[in-house]
């Protein structure tokens, strides 16, 4: 005897089809884990299979150029090289941004994520062919880069691809890669605000938390920080007669729900 049953959404589509066509095995997310667990497994779950018809984000990651921040030296000096890295990964957001048409890129230091979703005026890049336009934004990225870098470091990118069952996981995902942003980047400042007892191995970080750090950071004032503490979030504005992308440095996790509306949802 023969059994039907409707499929309520393509991802139940894709599901059934790996599951019980191909004998594979499906990965699900679990509800209630930790928010840096669920995006590892959404990561994981998008090696398996894609479907192209949920929000996806394109991460582009470079080894060579978070080495090259890293480095530890004086907190002003520090301060001056990471705003010029900003700098010129916003350039370099802006332009993947008018090349590809997205609805977000976000950026710190050695990463970039693009965002896409809720973009009806774009037809679906390649035909939905994931590869060829990671392939695509990794070689664009490599060649705009270098052109503002002029050469000073050898890096290569390597891309990523994560697609979300749910739109408000795509917010969620940006938040995790927000607070990594802020705790690296504010424990790397507070080496170079105590450079010389790092140095010599007196600076020990069993004893000091993120807040303590966040604290003595603070006191100084520094200026333009946000950009390091937060990243960047490039989106595209619509004024008359024509469009801008706006670039703004605040927490994600604050707001939850006006953020999503604003970053995620709008177009």
């Known amino acids: 005897m023969n059994t039907f049953f409707s499929v309520n959404n393509i991802n139940m589509l894709f599901e059934f089809f790996n599951k019980v066509v191909f004998g594979q095995k499906t990965s699900c997310v679990p509800e209630r884990v930790g928010l840096v667990d669920r995006m590892k497994a959404l990561r994981q779950r998008c090696e398996d299979y ?28 520090k301060l001056h090289s990471m705003n010029v890295y900003s700098c010129i990964f916003e350039k370099l957001a802006k332009a993947i941004y008018n090349r590809y048409n997205p609805s977000v890129v ?10 896409f979703y809720n973009c009806d005026d774009n037809p679906e890049l390649y035909d939905g062919n994931i ?6 934004i990794t ?6 880069l270098d052109r503002y870098l002029s050469s000073q ?6 891309a990523k691809y994560t697609e979300f069952p749910k739109e408000y996981e795509v917010l969620n995902f940006l938040i995790w890669r927000q607070f990594d942003c802020r705790r690296n980047n504010t424990t790397l400042l507070y080496k170079c605000l105590h450079k010389d007892e790092f140095l010599q191995g007196r600076l020990t970080f ?43 440095c605040e927490p994600l996790w604050q707001n939850f729900s006006d953020n ?3 970053f995620i949802a709008s177009t």
Do not use: W
């Open 206 to 248: 069993d004893k000091v938390n993120l807040q303590t750090m966040s604290s003595e950071l603070d006191a100084l004032t520094l200026k333009n920080i946000e950009r390091i503490l937060y990243g960047v979030i490039c989106k595209r504005i619509h004024f008359a007669p024509r469009n801008h992308i706006s670039s703004f």
């Open 50 to 77: 894609t479907s192209h018809y949920t929000p996806y984000i394109v991460s582009l990651h470079s080894k060579q150029i978070l080495e090259a921040i890293n480095c530890v030296d004086e907190l002003e000096s």
């Open 153 to 158: 470091i050898d890096f290569t990118f390597v």
């Open 106 to 115: 976000y950026f710190f230091n050695n990463e970039v994520h693009v965002v």
């Open 131 to 136: 590869h060829l336009l990671m392939s695509s």
């Open 139 to 144: 070689s664009f990225a490599t060649r705009e």
């Open 260 to 262: 999503y509306r604003r």
